[in-house]
């Protein structure tokens, strides 16, 4: 059974970059055809995909995050990573990583998620 | 990319039918079958229960439901039980090659 499980701090001061590492167990990230996700969901909000990753690298990411969202991915670890940089309160969220299918452009696999908060 | 339009509440009693549409563009609901519906209930993490319109993953009742018309979207739940409340979010691909969702719709079981 594959599960996903968000590790990284919980509170991230303002201007400072949001590191979040996804690792996946009960299977190998780089032996198959799947994508991997990062998606957020502010406090009573609803969820903002924030960009996926094959595991050879290639990345996509939402327009309205591509300057300061980057994604990579180690294979030797099993886990990939987000990395947000020049923080804001805005970006205080539950930061979900997710198993993207290809051939049906769906998020079917999800982890718990874990709490980022922008602040001081 | 502009979030898809969900109704924010929607409600029925148990044994019930309900329906929850999903709005979106030619860019995205229109313009392909990837409409995918997760729910989520507070404190836990979103679940897929609907994929390409109207595929339901090994596991989800069948008393959920997807269907498209144009660019609207629906999931209906029959036999509404007190389990269903939660919240639902619809999701599609777009042209863009990224992918946007609904607003959220918070389902109440009276």
């Known amino acids: 059974q594959l599960q996903l499980q968000e590790s990284g701090p919980g509170l991230v001061k303002p201007s400072e970059t949001l590191s979040l590492t996804c690792t996946v167990s009960?299977?190998?990230?780089?032996?198959?055809?799947?994508?991997w996700a990062w998606i957020r969901q502010p406090p009573g909000k609803g969820l903002e995909w924030i960009g996926n990753?094959?595991?050879?690298?290639?990345?996509y990411y939402n327009p309205s995050l591509k300057s300061r969202v980057t994604m990579s991915v180690d294979t030797s670890k099993n886990h990939f990573s987000l990395k947000l940089n020049s923080v804001i309160a805005a970006d205080t969220a539950a930061y979900y990583c997710?198993?993207?299918?290809?051939?049906?452009?769906?998020?079917?696999?999800w982890g718990q998620g874990t709490v980022v908060t922008v602040s001081s | 990319q502009s979030a898809l339009t969900q109704p924010a509440s929607v409600s029925g009693s148990p044994g019930q039918s309900i329906t929850i549409s999903c709005t979106g563009t030619?860019?995205?609901?229109?313009?392909?079958?990837?409409v995918s519906w997760y729910q989520q209930h507070p404190g836990k993490a979103p679940k897929l229960m609907i994929y390409?319109?109207?595929n339901r993953p090994s596991g989800v009742s069948n008393r959920f439901s997807g269907s498209k018309s144009g660019n609207t979207a629906s999931l209906t739940i029959s036999g509404l039980q007190a389990e269903d409340e939660a919240d639902y979010y619809c999701?599609?691909?777009?042209?863009?090659?990224?992918?946007?969702f609904g607003g959220g719709t918070k389902l109440t079981v009276l």
């Open positions: 390409g319109v109207t």
């Open positions: 030619s860019s995205d609901v229109g313009g392909y079958n990837y």
């Open positions: 997710a198993r993207r299918v290809p051939s049906t452009a769906t998020f079917d696999i």
């Open positions: 990753i094959y595991y050879s690298g290639s990345t």
């Open positions: 009960g299977g190998s990230i780089s032996r198959s055809s799947y994508y």
């Open positions: 999701s599609s691909y777009t042209s863009g090659s990224t992918w946007v």
